[in-house]
């Protein structure tokens, strides 16, 4: 089953609203997570890492205001697209390592629709 | 900076066909994965290659990894429809951050 779950599938947004998205680690704690987007047919764009207890570090050309990242536990981060506008729409996925294996299990991703 | 680079980015095959799909990265990495992607779905994980020489199989799929070369191979052996699916490979920079090659989607004809 699934070992990381992201909250929601969809969502369908007004532009200038925003919008939060959850990624948990089911069975096992997660002191970095990772956010990735992915526009159609494209390839997963690493956006950030997120980091338990601290701040998040951003990839260079994704804006910190924009894309707010919240790890307040060892199971949760959160990821808000704040005044979401239509070209944030997307396809955004998480991802945490289990650590055992040292294989990163992805969630099931969340599509964003911006009107 | 380091550069996962995959080929073909697109590939159309028939049932029962073998073929190879390439990823080659620019800097050392211990680490490669690789992974299988619906439409409109998340990411399946398919292997995870840890060391010089490591070959895993599981049904069709064989996946190789030559940290020398900076190169991993995905073969697919015998290929059925079912196989049709982008694969990704994906290179670890350390920390588990990882990063993605394009992707090569496959399309198997029956």
């Known amino acids: 089953g699934a070992v990381v779950s992201q909250h929601p599938s969809w969502v369908i947004c007004k532009s200038g609203t925003s919008v939060k998205i959850e990624c948990r680690s089911l069975?096992?704690?997660?002191?970095?997570m990772f956010w990735y987007r992915q526009f159609p047919k494209q390839s997963l764009m690493l956006m950030a890492t997120s980091n338990e207890g601290s701040k998040a570090t951003y990839e260079q050309g994704v804006e910190k205001d924009k894309f707010l990242i919240n790890h307040a536990s060892l199971t949760l981060s959160t990821l808000t697209v704040t005044s979401a506008h239509p070209e944030d729409s997307s396809f955004y996925i998480c991802?945490?390592?289990?650590?055992?294996?040292?294989?990163?299990?992805f969630g099931e991703g969340s599509r964003l629709t911006v009107l | 900076e380091l550069k996962v680079e995959q080929n073909p980015l697109f590939l159309s095959m028939q049932e029962g066909k073998n073929y190879t799909i390439y990823c080659n990265y620019s800097t050392t990495s211990d680490r490669l994965y690789w992974y299988r992607q619906d439409p409109g779905k998340s990411l399946e994980s398919l292997f995870v290659l840890l060391s010089n020489g490591a070959v895993k199989q599981e049904g069709r799929l064989m996946a190789s990894l030559d940290t020398k070369a900076r190169l991993s191979t995905l073969h697919i052996t015998a290929a059925v429809h079912d196989l049709s699916a982008t694969y990704f490979c994906a290179v670890d920079m350390g920390d588990d951050k990882i990063i993605f090659g394009k992707g090569t989607r496959l399309h198997i004809l029956p």
């Open positions: 991802s945490a390592n289990r650590g055992v294996t040292g294989e990163l299990f």
């Open positions: 069975d096992f704690q997660a002191t970095t």
